[in-house]
């Protein structure tokens, strides 16, 4: 277990302080008091990431607060973790419509009715109305895209963290990385499936070009890319087998929060 800065210095991994911070990236400044993580915390993720935790949930907590640091609030970005990727429709009408179809017994004419029938569909009636009421209200995601609220849990997806450029509005987030984390490499091709379909899902997003997908499998990251826009963007690989702890890794989150620091 690593305890101190020099530990990992010693096994070739880079010294916490010296990382590079976007201000610096950008000013061309160096300044320690805007180090990208305290020394702790830099340990605390080596420490868990080079010992196979037992849960992968075991390094959502050190990994998002690094994150953090990279990309602080300040400067407007969220990094959220397993927040949901809901698949958009451009016309939620028609899915409205298309699940009528699907599910609806037609209804009898109100003369075959029972009063008491009568009285039950007219409260159905008025439910049916709130629900669309509420459903309407909320029409849009975080990213500005219209989803259906009615969408099966399935279809919802949750990447381990979302980075976005953010403001205070609540539709306007702009997606910038996905990072989905694994304890180790095992089940290699499962996690990247899943990855790419986050990728696949986000392509139609309000994101940005360059949008970054990783894959963090323990002490090993893989970069995956989008090549186009919209349902005809695919999935490239851009980097495999790079440490977890690492300046390339650090270098990627680096590069992509100074691109959005103002």
Request: charged share 25%; proline share 6%.
């Amino acid at each position: 277990m690593y305890k101190r800065l020099e530990d990992l210095l010693s096994h070739q991994h880079p010294l916490a302080p010296q990382i590079e911070s976007p201000y610096a990236r950008i000013t061309g400044q160096r300044c320690k008091s805007r180090t990208v993580s305290p020394e702790w915390l830099w340990l605390r993720l080596a420490n868990i990431v080079e010992n196979r935790p037992h849960l992968e949930s075991s390094i959502y907590g050190p990994l998002g607060a690094f994150l953090g640091c990279i990309f602080p609030p300040l400067h407007k970005f969220l990094v959220k973790q397993q927040s949901a990727l809901r698949k958009e429709v451009l016309h939620p009408d028609e899915v409205a419509r298309e699940l009528d179809f699907l599910f609806d017994i037609p209804d009898l004419p109100d003369e075959y009715l029972h009063p008491r029938q009568l009285s039950t569909k007219v409260e159905e009636e008025q439910a049916e109305e709130e629900q669309a009421e509420e459903e309407q209200a909320d029409p849009l995601d975080s990213f500005g895209g219209t989803v259906d609220n009615r969408i099966s849990a399935g279809d919802v997806k949750l990447p381990d963290f979302l980075i976005v450029k953010a403001t205070e509005s609540t539709t306007n987030d702009t997606l910038i990385a996905i990072i989905e984390v694994k304890r180790d490499v095992d089940y290699i091709n499962h996690s990247r499936y899943q990855l790419f379909e986050y990728l696949e899902r986000a392509a139609l997003k309000c994101r940005d070009e360059k949008l970054l997908g990783f894959l963090v499998m323990g002490n090993r990251v893989e970069v995956y890319g989008l090549n186009g826009w919209g349902g005809d963007a695919t999935v490239v690989n851009l980097k495999r087998n790079i440490p977890t702890i690492g300046h390339e890794f650090v270098e990627y989150l680096q590069t992509l929060a100074a691109r959005f620091w103002a």
